[in-house]
């Protein structure tokens, strides 16, 4: 308590005291960053980025109480604050310069929010932990015997459910202990169509005898809310009879359409789960019984295999906490994709006297679990993965699943050998186990930072968005008029550069030219669309128009730094903030107006189309007509080209095909020295890949997922977005995803190396 007590800061509260008043100034800057029109001086710490020099200077700019000084001290120490950026907890780290002593914890926050993004999370459980007391940050272990002394007959006990948290066991068993036998006093009731009359009866029948009713998954009976909410306010009138026996059990999935009533008047209760590829695997193995392990005739390759096969299943569940890294869609698998792969497993082994490997992988990966992936690139994945447990290999006691060596299938043993084993293996585990490399621990870190920041903005007032003394009119109604000042008008096809749009002699027009004309289409209505609503909500600012819904939606995201939702409903794929995308839009603005004056450019900047398909087979069929080929008989080649790293670089347009610039490598880097594809470098996502020249060749094959694999390339998918997911279309393959791309490997490596590691190309990174 004495350290604690010297590390507190005036503003702060002191230990077991109240926690001090964040001002709203400080807590506008945390939330939303910083502003579309800043501005920031000159680079003077070569070690940052662009983007954090930039928040950092808004950050002293805007909080001068506290970190006046604070860029000039970061210049003369940039080693230190480097190292104290770099290090595992900054939050926790003493800061150079003696700056802990000028701040408060909770402006150290946003410091560290500032330089390491992926450590807010962590840096905000410890600032709570700091604040509020390490019982704000550790969910409490409860069970019902606990909770069940605070309900009472006119509040219902409402469980939050969670992916792989069934409370139905734990209630059944509490009810039992209590006397409420299930189907005698205990009654369930599992909601959906036509559910609704037999709940209502339920619940009245139980309210008069004082018997307990649980209605399971309130989400999926939409139609049925205003029912349960009327009913809810009944019970807890005090006029309305009900025995005090009587319990009102409710499970429900976080559901927008859950009455608010229901959830204020109710006692809420969520059992998550534990996380991780032990914890799952725990699971599997405590629900094989006896007879089933022990009941092949084969038990050696059974047992081995089974335990791969829990393996496999723990991953596959497990992978999807690194969003589009593990999957472009999260996959629901459960327990039944395992008990009947465990069933298939035991089938071909008794039938068979030689595993058949190959129609165990088909039979397991394409079917029992294949049966749920929607998405070509998820299913290559889902077999990659398979590929590493189901092998001959594994029938070796010496075969591990990671280089490391700490996953792998035990001996043949008792039932119980292996869930001793189970115990041993770590909590949480590194992504090598998934196959990805470290830097995949970052994204999810980051991902897990916009999600809270995103929830927390959810629920402000508006109140809380002034800044320096301004109303958050006065603020909105600047950023609109700037944006709108800075908005040219829509492009005209009148300015095209001569012979752009003539016809061949055949009368058509030249394929390319069509993809232009269409792109400035999408491009013209998108800025009419911009400049509509910003002339609109100008309006309603001052009153002289109605605030419609869509406007007050828009005043809101311009607040939060985000892009309105009526312009993403006319506009291409984009994660950026609004600050961003103006930027970005701009971008894409001058790159068609420049094709449109100037003709057809060197190089193409593919991120600059709404609709990169389409000039995918505008290229193709250029080339068809060129050369009287069929269209469905090519394809294209790849070449990266050496020392061709943006258009500018690029002299001269190629006889055949296109020049492509402005990608991005996910997850991994082109080694611009061997001239293939690598692993990131750490602490680097996303990287520049040089102009890639796309080259129409005759000889076309089936999408790369079915085509014999060239063992030195990977066929790596081209996204819009770093999403990746998208609308399924009729192919398989998702609206985000463009093309695949071939690009050589590292030797020593194969294509399901760099299928595992989640490397994508992107269109746009998210900033």
Same mark, same amino acid.
């Given at each position: 308590?004495?350290?604690?007590?010297?590390?507190?800061?005036?503003?702060?509260?002191?230990?077991?005291?109240?926690?001090?008043?964040?001002?709203?100034?400080?807590?506008?800057?945390?939330?939303?960053?910083?502003?579309?029109?800043?501005?920031?001086?000159?680079?003077?710490?070569?070690?940052?980025?662009?983007?954090?020099?930039?928040?950092?200077?808004?950050?002293?700019?805007?909080?001068?109480?506290?970190?006046?000084?604070?860029?000039?001290?970061?210049?003369?120490?940039?080693?230190?604050?480097?190292?104290?950026?770099?290090?595992?907890?900054?939050?926790?780290?003493?800061?150079?310069?003696?700056?802990?002593?000028?701040?408060?914890?909770?402006?150290?926050?946003?410091?560290?929010?500032?330089?390491?993004?992926?450590?807010?999370?962590?840096?905000?459980?410890?600032?709570?932990?700091?604040?509020?007391?390490?019982?704000?940050?550790?969910?409490?272990?409860?069970?019902?015997?606990?909770?069940?002394?605070?309900? *009472?007959?006119? =509040?219902?006990?409402?469980?939050? +459910? #969670?992916?792989? /948290?069934?409370?139905?066991? !734990?209630? &059944?068993?509490?009810?039992?202990?209590?006397?409420?036998?299930?189907?005698?006093?205990?009654?369930?009731?599992?909601?959906?169509?036509?559910?609704?009359?037999?709940?209502?009866?339920?619940?009245?029948?139980?309210?008069?005898?004082?018997?307990?009713?649980?209605?399971? *998954?309130?989400? =999926?009976?939409?139609?049925?809310? +205003? #029912?349960?909410? /009327?009913?809810?306010?009944? !019970?807890? &009138?005090?006029?309305?009879?009900?025995?005090?026996?009587?319990?009102?059990?409710?499970?429900?999935?976080?559901?927008?359409?859950?009455?608010?009533?229901?959830?204020?008047?109710?006692?809420?209760?969520?059992?998550?789960?534990?996380?991780?590829?032990?914890?799952?695997?725990?699971?599997?193995?405590?629900?094989?019984?006896?007879?089933?392990?022990?009941?092949?005739?084969?038990?050696?390759?059974?047992?081995?295999?089974?335990?791969?096969?829990?393996?496999?299943?723990?991953?596959?569940?497990?992978?999807?906490?690194?969003?589009?890294?593990?999957?472009?869609?999260?996959?629901?698998?459960?327990?039944?994709?395992?008990?009947?792969?465990?069933?298939?497993?035991?089938?071909?082994?008794?039938?068979?006297?030689?595993?058949?490997?190959?129609?165990?992988?088909?039979?397991?990966?394409?079917?029992?679990?294949?049966?749920?992936?929607?998405?070509?690139?998820?299913?290559?994945?889902?077999?990659?993965?398979?590929?590493?447990?189901?092998?001959?290999?594994?029938?070796?006691?010496?075969?591990?699943?990671?280089?490391?060596?700490?996953?792998?299938?035990?001996?043949?043993?008792?039932?119980?050998?292996?869930?001793?084993?189970?115990?041993?293996?770590?909590?949480?585990?590194?992504?090598?186990?998934?196959?990805?490399?470290?830097?995949?621990?970052?994204?999810?870190?980051?991902?897990?930072?916009?999600?809270?920041?995103?929830?927390?903005?959810?629920?402000?007032?508006?109140?809380?968005?002034?800044?320096?003394?301004?109303?958050?009119?006065?603020?909105?109604?600047?950023?609109?008029?700037?944006?709108?000042?800075?908005?040219?008008?829509?492009?005209?096809?009148?300015?095209?550069?001569?012979?752009?749009?003539?016809?061949?002699?055949?009368?058509?027009?030249?394929?390319?030219?069509?993809?232009?004309?269409?792109?400035?289409?999408?491009?013209?209505?998108?800025?009419?669309?911009?400049?509509?609503?910003?002339?609109?909500?100008?309006?309603?600012?001052?009153?002289?128009?109605?605030?419609?819904?869509?406007?007050?939606?828009?005043?809101?995201?311009?607040?939060?730094?985000?892009?309105?939702?009526?312009?993403?409903?006319?506009?291409?794929?984009?994660?950026?903030?609004?600050?961003?995308?103006?930027?970005?839009?701009?971008?894409?603005?001058?790159?068609?107006?420049?094709?449109?004056?100037?003709?057809?450019?060197?190089?193409?900047?593919?991120?600059?189309?709404?609709?990169?398909?389409?000039?995918?087979?505008?290229?193709?069929?250029?080339?068809?007509?060129?050369?009287?080929?069929?269209?469905?008989?090519?394809?294209?080649?790849?070449?990266?080209?050496?020392?061709?790293?943006?258009?500018?670089?690029?002299?001269?347009?190629?006889?055949?095909?296109?020049?492509?610039?402005?990608?991005?490598?996910?997850?991994?880097?082109?080694?611009?020295?061997?001239?293939?594809?690598?692993?990131?470098?750490?602490?680097?996502?996303?990287?520049?890949?040089?102009?890639?020249?796309?080259?129409?060749?005759?000889?076309?094959?089936?999408?790369?997922?079915?085509?014999?694999?060239?063992?030195?390339?990977?066929?790596?998918?081209?996204?819009?977005?770093?999403?990746?997911?998208?609308?399924?279309?009729?192919?398989?393959?998702?609206?985000?995803?463009?093309?695949?791309?071939?690009?050589?490997?590292?030797?020593?490596?194969?294509?399901?190396?760099?299928?595992?590691?989640?490397?994508?190309?992107?269109?746009?990174?998210?900033?």
């Amino acid at each position: 308590e004495e350290d604690e007590d010297e590390d507190a800061k005036p503003e702060d509260a002191a230990p077991g005291e109240s926690p001090a008043v964040i001002e709203a100034r400080e807590w506008n800057v945390f939330l939303r960053g910083t502003p579309l029109n800043y501005e920031a001086p000159a680079k003077t710490v070569e070690w940052l980025t662009d983007a954090v020099w930039r928040n950092v200077c808004y950050l002293e700019t805007d909080l001068p109480n506290y970190l006046t000084g604070f860029t000039a001290d970061m210049a003369a120490k940039s080693a230190e604050f480097e190292a104290w950026a770099e290090s595992d907890s900054p939050f926790q780290e003493p800061m150079p310069g003696g700056w802990d002593d000028k701040l408060t914890y909770f402006i150290k926050l946003a410091v560290v929010k500032v330089f390491k993004e992926d450590k807010a999370v962590a840096s905000a459980q410890q600032y709570i932990g700091a604040e509020l007391g390490k019982a704000f940050t550790e969910a409490p272990p409860w069970t019902l015997d606990d909770v069940f002394p605070d309900t *009472n007959s006119r =509040v219902p006990i409402i469980f939050i +459910l #969670s992916t792989g /948290a069934d409370p139905t066991a !734990m209630l &059944q068993r509490f009810a039992t202990k209590m006397g409420w036998v299930p189907g005698e006093r205990l009654h369930f009731c599992s909601l959906g169509q036509g559910q609704g009359p037999i709940a209502e009866e339920m619940v009245s029948k139980a309210q008069d005898n004082g018997d307990w009713v649980c209605l399971q *998954n309130c989400h =999926v009976a939409s139609s049925w809310m +205003l #029912s349960l909410e /009327a009913m809810v306010n009944n !019970m807890s &009138q005090d006029y309305n009879p009900v025995h005090d026996d009587f319990r009102l059990w409710l499970t429900s999935m976080p559901a927008a359409i859950f009455p608010v009533l229901v959830l204020q008047n109710g006692i809420k209760l969520t059992n998550e789960p534990p996380k991780g590829v032990r914890a799952n695997m725990k699971r599997t193995f405590n629900d094989i019984q006896e007879d089933v392990w022990e009941g092949c005739s084969k038990p050696q390759p059974y047992k081995k295999l089974v335990f791969a096969l829990s393996t496999f299943h723990a991953i596959i569940q497990e992978r999807r906490k690194f969003g589009p890294l593990g999957w472009n869609i999260r996959y629901e698998f459960n327990a039944s994709d395992i008990e009947c792969s465990m069933l298939t497993l035991k089938m071909f082994l008794e039938e068979q006297d030689e595993i058949p490997w190959a129609a165990l992988v088909y039979v397991t990966g394409q079917i029992n679990y294949g049966g749920r992936v929607t998405d070509d690139l998820d299913r290559r994945c889902l077999m990659s993965i398979l590929k590493r447990y189901y092998l001959p290999d594994i029938l070796d006691d010496s075969y591990r699943f990671t280089p490391s060596g700490t996953y792998y299938a035990p001996p043949e043993g008792d039932l119980f050998s292996f869930r001793d084993y189970l115990e041993q293996l770590p909590l949480t585990e590194a992504p090598e186990v998934f196959g990805m490399h470290p830097n995949a621990n970052i994204t999810f870190q980051l991902q897990e930072t916009r999600k809270m920041m995103d929830t927390i903005l959810s629920i402000q007032p508006r109140a809380t968005s002034a800044e320096g003394g301004k109303s958050p009119d006065e603020i909105v109604a600047a950023l609109a008029a700037e944006i709108e000042s800075n908005i040219a008008p829509p492009l005209d096809l009148d300015d095209a550069c001569p012979g752009l749009f003539d016809r061949t002699a055949s009368g058509q027009l030249k394929s390319l030219s069509v993809v232009l004309g269409q792109e400035i289409e999408r491009f013209n209505k998108l800025t009419r669309r911009v400049l509509s609503s910003l002339k609109e909500l100008q309006k309603a600012i001052k009153g002289i128009v109605v605030m419609t819904g869509e406007l007050e939606q828009m005043y809101t995201d311009f607040l939060n730094n985000k892009v309105p939702g009526l312009w993403e409903k006319v506009a291409y794929p984009s994660l950026k903030p609004l600050g961003g995308w103006i930027v970005d839009y701009h971008r894409r603005i001058d790159f068609m107006r420049t094709w449109l004056t100037k003709g057809n450019p060197k190089s193409y900047w593919l991120s600059g189309f709404f609709f990169p398909q389409g000039f995918m087979t505008g290229v193709l069929q250029e080339h068809a007509r060129k050369y009287q080929q069929p269209i469905d008989a090519l394809n294209f080649n790849f070449q990266v080209l050496e020392g061709k790293e943006v258009a500018e670089d690029i002299t001269e347009a190629p006889e055949d095909g296109v020049l492509i610039d402005g990608l991005y490598v996910d997850n991994a880097r082109w080694n611009r020295e061997m001239k293939y594809l690598d692993e990131s470098d750490p602490g680097v996502m996303i990287s520049n890949l040089p102009v890639v020249h796309f080259v129409p060749v005759m000889g076309y094959y089936p999408p790369p997922l079915l085509a014999p694999a060239d063992p030195k390339e990977y066929q790596c998918p081209l996204y819009k977005t770093s999403v990746r997911a998208g609308i399924l279309s009729t192919t398989g393959q998702s609206t985000n995803f463009v093309i695949c791309v071939g690009l050589p490997i590292r030797p020593g490596t194969d294509s399901d190396f760099w299928v595992l590691q989640g490397v994508a190309l992107l269109c746009a990174t998210n900033d």
